[in-house]
């Protein structure tokens, strides 16, 4: 019999295209065995909710949580972690379409490599679902990992809609303390301190940016666009973008969750000595010249782009209110 594998769906006033487009992509998958668990975050569109109930009526495959108030992102994603039983997870957006072989070769990768979490690529598409990214790994130079790595601790590996985890996994996950900033970086980091990681370079579905996207997806140019309308461009303003957007939500606060959760001595000294190298960062206003540590915390595989980047946002801090400026 096959394995049972369980998808975790949040959904919070979605576009009603691009939620049947995604619940169908999944419901046509090749492996059969499976559930879909949908947690609707007290969405304030009710045609959504009336979606999801037809869906439900349609499938029995499907079941459907409704909240009576909004959790938000990463506890709806727990809330859905709870009440999930099957020994395989996959976390899922509600505007992406998966390929019908997602979750087969997904879980077949999973057991070949015999490691707790496996991520894999995709195209990116606008709202039109043109592709305008052949490759998400090349796009956004993601870590490519096979078994275990530092970068697991420093940086989150691979996109939640792109993940499939065990059990194991999820239990380590649960309850979510107050740290947790991403469920997708915490199950990674937890994948990496057990059996590891592996990766599918084979884009297996088309992940979707739009107007909308609360994570991921955008591009440096957009998300500092974003912040020059409402901050201006003084370097106090790229300063605090530094600070607020770069360091502390993309690296120090995922590395603070990565410490309260860790079990291993190992990766809770490496873990506060990054910490330790990030809030120096912080106070360094020109230029900070303890560039040799950002090799030992942050540099690997496809990730040349993403680390010149960076070393100028982190080390040259002068150089990169240049660009901002821009």
Same mark, same amino acid.
């Given at each position: 019999?096959?394995?049972k ?5 949040t ?11 995604q ?8 492996y059969s ?34 909240q ?31 390929n ?6 997904s ?7 015999q ?7 995709s195209k ?13 790994? $090349? &796009?956004? !130079?993601?870590?490519?990992? =096979?078994g275990?790595?530092? *970068? @697991?601790?420093s ?27 991403a ?5 990674a ?31 440096l ?15 106090k ?16 606060d ?5 410490l ?9 000294k ?14 360094? $206003? &020109?230029? !900070?010249?303890?560039?040799? =540590?950002?090799?030992k915390? *942050? @540099? ?27």
């Open positions: 019999m096959e394995k594998v369980e998808i975790l769906l959904t919070y006033n979605t576009n009603h295209k691009f939620l049947k487009e619940i169908d992509s999944i419901l046509n998958q090749t065995n499976i559930s879909l668990l949908i947690s609707d975050d007290n969405s304030a569109d009710k045609e959504v909710i009336n979606i999801l109930k037809e869906y439900e009526k349609k499938d029995k495959r499907i079941r459907l949580f409704l009576e108030k909004n959790l938000g992102y990463n506890r709806n994603f727990e809330f859905l972690l709870k009440c999930s039983g099957a020994d395989y997870i996959m976390f899922c957006d509600h505007d992406d379409i998966w019908e072989d997602k979750v087969e070769k879980l077949e990768k999973l057991l070949e490599d490691v707790d979490m496996v991520y894999c690529n990116q598409i606008n709202e039109k679902g043109e592709v305008i990214k052949e490759n998400y790994f $090349k &796009y956004k !130079n993601m870590p490519l990992i =096979k275990k790595s530092h *970068l @697991a601790i940086r989150c590996i691979g996109i939640g809609c792109s993940q499939i985890i065990t059990k194991n996994v999820k239990n380590e996950m649960l309850p979510f303390i107050d740290s947790v900033i469920h997708d970086w915490l199950a980091f937890i994948a990496n301190e057990n059996r590891g990681i592996s990766y599918i370079e084979e884009p297996l579905f088309k992940y979707r940016l739009h107007s909308n996207n609360v994570f991921g997806g955008r591009s140019a957009q998300n500092l666009s974003r912040w020059k309308e409402e901050n201006g461009t003084s370097y303003s790229y300063l605090k973008y530094r600070k607020e957007k770069v360091i502390d939500k993309a690296y120090l995922g590395a603070k969750m990565c309260d959760y860790s079990e291993n001595e190992e990766n809770k490496f873990l506060k000595e990054l910490i330790s190298y990030y809030e120096d960062l912080e106070k360094s $206003k &020109y230029i !900070n010249f303890h560039i040799v =540590k950002y090799f915390f *942050l @540099a690997g595989k496809n990730l040349f782009k993403k680390m010149i980047k960076e070393i100028v946002i982190f080390h040259l801090p002068i150089l990169g209110y240049l660009a901002f400026k821009v």
